[in-house]
């Protein structure tokens, strides 16, 4: 496997019961015909195919149809992404470029976007690529023009490789997003207002616009940059071209020509030397000048978050995994990505890569920074790199998620608990509750109630000035007093107002006064099968617990279960509800 995928020099594929799905050309194809394993052609052009459906949107959006399949990339409320967030206005699907912005019309959308809210979003360039183009950035921030130290900076790119086209278009949508919505979502306004937000739509310009010159529908298949190699050949893959095992695949695991290459017409040349192209030199003096604190490369294709690092010869230290674990898993709570290493996420290791560098490279002298490589999907497009036109939005709608929680992550925020029972059985009590820190900032948090319904009054907020590490936790409680006029079986609702960095977010509680209690376990008992039927392996354990020190597990004390097994368990209790109004769990 590793040999057919070093052979054909595959960076990118997708996996479906073991066969490997890709996109190749001419040459590679005779190379796989001569390895002599078994394959399918399930397109003899991609690029065609990719063309003649974009074409079937057009006509459909020319005869007033709107209406397209629908992937759900996180259901909230039975909802899927496309009713959760609201496509920007401004935002196109373009009648050409397979449905993409080309760079001209890039640099248009950034014009019309700080034209449209000047006091929100700024453009300036970095620098220029080897063929002289701009590399445009844009900052959004409440105070655009001022450099207010105390916000975390946030650091957001496409089109690091050319052909990765959603890249591109979901930074467009990121920054449309966040200034249209920031006048009437106060969630994105309390984010705006508390984090600078550096967008930079496409890193490699000159490979994107090749592509556009070779393949105007879109499908174009050019990954570097355009540099004149001298030998005939052309471009640097930016991506192996930064200053951490730059050129370094030495005993590199999976294919290894994949993890970088000395040859010129490699899609994975690393380049004469590190930093020898001005895209890396330019990204790398911006970081320089700046304090991000995080930075979502954004890339295509496949359903992962590819983290530090990319040698296995190196790995993270405590915190840094704690850091990665909790903020991926949040991003991955809301499009199902999973996340990993570039080996266990690639099948391959990579040199010079830029996530590397931000990390534990010359950015040591302004701090670390949490860097990423979002690997975007490609939806149902049998061309690699290139999403058909009518699963863009779908497809960026499902980027804004990850985007917004890295932003969240990268100053005071926290994961809030509340820690009560359904079950309230005194009408003056106290409302528990645990916070845990899961941001990179240390700040005061503050936690009120807001009495809704059945709550006559509750006690003072409390504050708690510092939750000193990441993942530390305070626990505590605010008293209460329900209405005089309460009876069992009533309803009681409360919001829980959680304040820390300049943002607020809120969780709705509804418990039940003196409720009929049909059946309850607190899973602290010596034995689950004192109220449960057990099928197979089922048992309380102390690997977690909600509250208390045990919780009941299908796969306790880490015993994986195996692979296409049902483990099923059954309450002991008969519940009898046949009288029953509403039931609560």
């Known amino acids: 496997r590793n040999d057919l995928l070093g052979i054909l020099e595959i960076d990118h594929y997708q996996e479906n019961q073991g066969t490997i799905i890709t996109q190749l050309d001419a040459k590679y194809l005779i190379k796989l015909k001569a390895f002599k394993c078994k394959y399918e052609i399930i397109s003899t052009d991609a690029v065609a195919d990719l063309e003649a459906e974009n074409n079937e949107y057009y006509n459909s959006l020319k005869n007033g149809n709107t209406n397209s399949n629908n992937r759900v990339s996180f259901e909230k409320n039975g909802q899927t992404v496309n009713n959760i967030i609201t496509t920007p206005a401004a935002f196109q699907v373009k009648p050409t470029l397979g449905g993409y912005y080309s760079f001209a019309e890039m640099n248009t959308a950034m014009d019309n976007l700080v034209a449209a809210y000047p006091t929100l979003a700024r453009k300036f360039s970095i620098g220029k690529t080897v063929e002289g183009r ?25 089109h690091h490789h050319a052909r990765e086209a959603i890249g591109g278009a979901s ?20 984010l705006v207002n508390n984090r600078e937000f550096f967008i930079i739509v496409c890193v490699n310009p000159d490979g994107w616009e090749y592509n556009r010159t070779t393949n105007p529908n879109g499908g174009g298949d050019w990954r570097k940059n355009r540099r004149n190699n001298g030998d005939g050949t052309f471009g640097v893959d930016l ?41 890396t030199v330019n990204l790398r003096n911006f970081v320089q000048s700046r ?76 701090g670390k920074v949490y860097g990423m490589t979002g690997e975007g999907s490609n939806g149902s497009s049998t061309t690699q790199f290139w999403p058909k036109a009518a699963e863009i939005i779908t497809l960026c709608k499902g980027m804004i998620y990850q985007d917004l ?10 994961d809030f608990q509340d820690k009560g029972k359904i079950n309230i059985t005194n009408t003056n009590g106290k409302f528990y509750f645990n916070v845990r820190r899961i941001g990179l900032q240390n700040k005061p948090v503050t936690i009120s109630i807001i009495p809704l319904a059945n709550v006559e009054s509750v006690g003072a907020p ?10 530390s936790t305070y626990s ?22 959680i304040e820390t960095g300049g943002y607020t977010y809120y969780d709705t509680v509804t418990n039940i006064f003196n409720p009929t209690v049909l059946f309850s376990d607190n899973m602290e008992g010596s034995t689950a099968t004192t ?46 509800l046949t009288t029953a109004i509403s039931a609560y769990m």
């Not at 701009?134 to 496409?158: H, R």
């Not at 949508?173 to 919505?181: G, P």
């Not at 409390?462 to 993942?471: A, D, G, R």
């Open 134 to 158: 701009d590399m445009w950035c844009i900052k959004i921030s409440d105070n655009v023009t001022v450099d207010d130290t105390d916000e975390p900076e946030l650091l957001f790119m496409g």
């Open 476 to 497: 505590d409680s605010i008293p209460y007093t329900l209405s005089s006029s309460i009876v069992s079986g009533n309803a009681l609702r409360f919001v829980w107002k």
């Open 405 to 414: 929680q890295i932003a969240y992550t990268a100053g005071s925020y926290v």
């Open 291 to 366: 304090h991000f604190a995080v930075c979502m490369d954004q890339h295509s294709v496949g359903p992962y978050y590819s983290l530090p690092f990319g040698r296995t010869t190196k790995s993270l230290n405590a915190l840094d995994n704690q850091v990665y674990t909790q903020v991926t898993s949040i991003m991955g709570k809301y499009n199902g990505m999973r996340y990993g290493n570039t080996y266990q996420t690639l099948g391959y290791e990579v040199s010079g890569g830029m996530k590397d560098w931000l990390l534990i490279g010359d950015t040591l002298n302004i």
């Open 462 to 471: 409390i504050t708690i000035n510092s939750l000193p590490n990441f993942n």
């Open 531 to 576: 109220n449960w039927t057990i099928g197979s392996s089922w048992a309380y354990t102390n690997d977690a617990a909600y509250t208390g020190t045990k919780s009941l597990a299908e796969s306790p004390a880490n015993a994986n279960y195996t692979n296409s097994s049902t483990r099923l368990i059954t309450c002991k209790s008969t519940l009898n």
């Open 171 to 190: 930074m467009i949508f990121l920054m449309q997003y966040l200034c249209e919505n920031y006048a009437t979502n106060t969630s994105i306004r309390d």
């Open 239 to 279: 991506n192996r071209n930064w200053g951490i095992d730059w050129a370094n695949c030495a005993g590199a695991k999976g294919a290894i020509s994949s993890c970088g290459s000395s040859s010129g017409s490699s899609n994975v040349y690393w380049g004469p030397a590190a930093f020898s192209e001005p895209e």
